[in-house]
């Protein structure tokens, strides 16, 4: 059996005397998109940058690729998408992208290939402080994607983009997946769990479970993950 591409045990996080991340324990397997899931608020972006290595941690420790988090070595192994868009709006979407690029040591050529697998060859020239939100948030994941990561990391990558654009994203990412990479997707957009091979549902800074869609629909008796999610948070909250 292959090693896990991310190992997290007992995560602890605390910021600005708040307990965020209290003892978060899960893997995530290789060539699978793993669904993050929780409310606004509930610690999802705290634990990505925790596994990117770029949040401080109270106790506890975060494996990527079999290395501790944010080691030198992962740069040109994992892809970040932020939910703020991290792109120079006066620059051009092709000139941001090759600049990506080069940073990475990626073929040139990589430029065209993500701006074409992210929908934005009609804008490639335009500057992306002209851009929509949604399109800035693509040009992010299309520097992401740049040298065909091991590791994608996104979080709310379909935040702000039309229900056409969501569907082809999702539709990409399973692509990825079926290539071998491995995806960790946050989301507050609970219909979006079914598009996921497995589901880490985060509520108060804790994982309520670490699950398929299916067993998780199975052990709650639900229909839906929004009701298996709510089930969940009924029975750990004290009577």
């Avoid at 692509?175 to 946050?186: D, M, Q, W, Y």
Wanted: proline share 5%.
């Amino acid at each position: 059996m292959d090693a896990p591409v991310v190992e997290v045990g007992g995560l602890r996080v605390v910021r600005g005397g708040r307990l965020v991340l209290d003892g978060v324990s899960f893997t995530i397997p290789a060539g699978q998109v793993t669904g993050l899931l929780g409310p606004s608020g509930c610690g999802k972006t705290t634990l990505m940058r925790a596994i990117m290595g770029v949040q401080i941690v109270a106790g506890g420790t975060v494996d990527v690729l079999g290395l501790p988090a944010g080691s030198p070595g992962l740069r040109s192994r994992v892809g970040y998408v932020t939910q703020a868009a991290a792109v120079y709006g006066d620059l051009s979407v092709r000139d941001n992208v090759r600049y990506f690029a080069r940073m990475l040591g990626a073929p040139g050529s990589d430029a065209d290939r993500v701006i074409n697998e992210v929908g934005l060859d009609d804008y490639a020239g335009q500057l992306v402080g002209r851009l929509s939100g949604g399109q800035r948030e693509r040009v992010s994941l299309a520097t992401a994607l740049l040298g065909k990561p091991e590791l994608l990391v996104l979080d709310e990558p379909t935040v702000g983009v039309d229900p056409v654009l969501r569907r082809d994203l999702w539709a990409r990412f399973r692509e990825l997946a079926a290539a071998g990479a491995t995806l960790l997707v946050s989301s507050h957009v609970m219909d979006e769990a079914a598009r996921c091979d497995r589901l880490l549902l985060m509520r108060e800074g804790r994982l309520l479970a670490d699950d398929t869609p299916d067993a998780l629909l199975a052990r709650t008796g639900t229909t839906t993950v929004e009701e298996a999610f709510l089930a969940l948070i009924e029975d750990t909250v004290p009577a």
